[in-house]
DNA sequence: TGCATATAGTTTAGGCAATGAACTAATTGC
DNA sequence: GCAATTAGTTCATTGCCTAAACTATATGCA
């Protein structure tokens, strides 16, 4: 197939996922929102039909005329999200439309166990979720794994993820999702879970940083609605700003680091509540419980965390020019107590620049992650459909 | 012309314009490195040549066989390069293959004159230019304009120049070049100047962020060799970096911004040594007789200078993910005092980051805004020569 | 009920711009 | 001086689009 053919069949079937879910475009429609001819449009079609990308979907109709055939994402096709963080896998199934149809967690603690048995866990999870998939009817084109660390997403690999003490993991192809046509692909956390909120948040313009709070901090620069990586993939570590010259140590070797004063470690023991790897949930409840009771030493450490995290959107948005930020992890949980000193700090270190309504919440919440890798492999097999037409 | 066409008309131009000086490459070898067949580029040629982008230069041969038909860009067209700085304005006829062949520069102080007098004597300035061009064959066809602020290139509009002391400042078309076919394209001064050291640092990496040391701090992004501008357009704004959370204020209304301890103005202060707008350059002088002399006061200001430097470029590498620094402006002049301090504090901030051969100095020096400038305006021209042709 | 109008989708003709192979032109090397 | 080699052109073919005509199927009003 021809470099023009291809990419307007990617037109074509991008002009269907645009559409408002349960509106299902005819041919005709698709023509004038393309640009490109009738004639052109049903050759198009038939191909996507023909890959199983495309159902016809009753009809389009409103008006006076003969009525049109609806098109739609076909809901028989579907791509897993995956997740490995510190203490829990998940698995789940989202199709096309980016609707998640089956979700499976399993707590266990990942940082003990080496990663070859993690690896063999996720993947029989991932079978469970597939053969539910298959009651549904839902065949399984590939997947999207989101990891908390650095990753080489073209070499399928972990380059290094701290908090599970991982580094320099190989997903061999096919151990996760053997025969999947798409296989399986490689996210940073925060960066899949930004994705996750660009879809999820529909005209909340599409320019903004996310920010989640977890053991460590991590960030995703949304930019035009595509995730902006930097020259080498690991661009939006806001976790890593110097926000305290002077601050103590930080996991990285730097010093004064975001995440020496907010993320969670730091926030708790700032509180003075004890935590380790398997109770940190548990922990982070103790934190709310505290806040709630107006008890001063959380209080005062959640009010540090948030002045430090003005600091560190002040000075991101000077360098990449970007206006609104959502927070997710913890950051939208501890929201209530953190939000008052995050505005002050935003006003005093860039002032003018962000307006209260500019700070919003994380709408996908927990699942973020997941439902970010899987609905990237649906957007990049949406925009370019020959990968599964051969 | 339909869309396929033209972007292979951009693509052979593109190739043409890649190769290396005085190498002048033939249809066939042009067919080779499009991918293209001789067929179509021999078309395409032909449409460059009556457009006047491309000349036939001798012969491109060596070997056996018959010998090619050199081609190259027309050195017979050409862009103006222009600035407005707070104590100058400048011109330069720069040709199509990115040489400076006129420079003019004529001192004068643009911030007690009112912006119609000032771009009165820049369209004085580049008529002198443009003559010039004329008595060296070479027809203009268009300018670029750089200035130290923000500029909305789309409505040709200097939105904000703290220095010069405009603000929503609309260059009027055909003003300054009445009857260039381009017309003029405005510019940030900082992000100019990196386009410029990207141009003229062939091998040296694509990926690097350029921080120039004016008045204010201004800085340029430079991803994959194009110019990052963010959703808004005014990315790398480095100089508004918060390094120091209980620090000064500074002019854009924030607090402890890199602006405040590594601007000319707060280096010569910290230094003890008196300036204002006129005798800033006088000043700068006095500065290096200082350091040179081993003045203990100025030798403080610099490293203090380079210390927060490097807080500032350790924060801006983890949100961009950029591992390169070109200095400029008085940064690079102040190199050999600032350099040391700075390393040490990015080996602090952002241990195993930054090389120190990573951290290299302007190689365009004083004309880079004004080659910049041009330069965006010739490789605009040549992604798009039908803006030429139509 | 039936016909004008409107819209969907298909068919046919035509055009642009590519590829591929054959052909002509100009040079080197033995 | 002729074979080998490379440059550039010509011609036939192909892919994929647009434009317009045509068929199919609806609505709305007399």
Redesign the pocket.
Known sequence: ??D???S?TALVLGAVAKAPAGVHP????LATAT??????V???VLDLLDAGLLREAGQ??Q???????GLELNPARGVLGMEINVDYIAAGLVDLSGNLLVHEVREQDNRSAGTGPVLAALAGLAGTVRAAAGEHGVEVLGGGLAVPGLVDPAAARILTAPNLGWANVTLEPGAVLPGAPLGVSLFNEANAAALAEVRHRPKEGSDFLFVSGEVGVGGGLVIGSELFTGPEGHAGEVGHVVVEPDGTGCSCGGTGCLETVAGQDAILAAAGIAADTRTRSASMALLVQALQAGEPAALAAVNRAGRYLGVALASTMRVVNIGSVVLGGHFAVLDPWLRAPLLASLGRYAPGRFSPEQVTLSVVGESGALLGAAGSVVRSLIDAPHLLQS
Not at 26 to 29: F, G, I, K
Not at 63 to 69: A, D, F, Q, S, W
């Open positions: 197939m021809g023009v053919r291809r307007n005819s041919r005709a429609q640009g490109l001819t009738k004639r052109p049903s050759s198009l389009s109709q008006g006076r005329g003969r009525p049109g055939v």
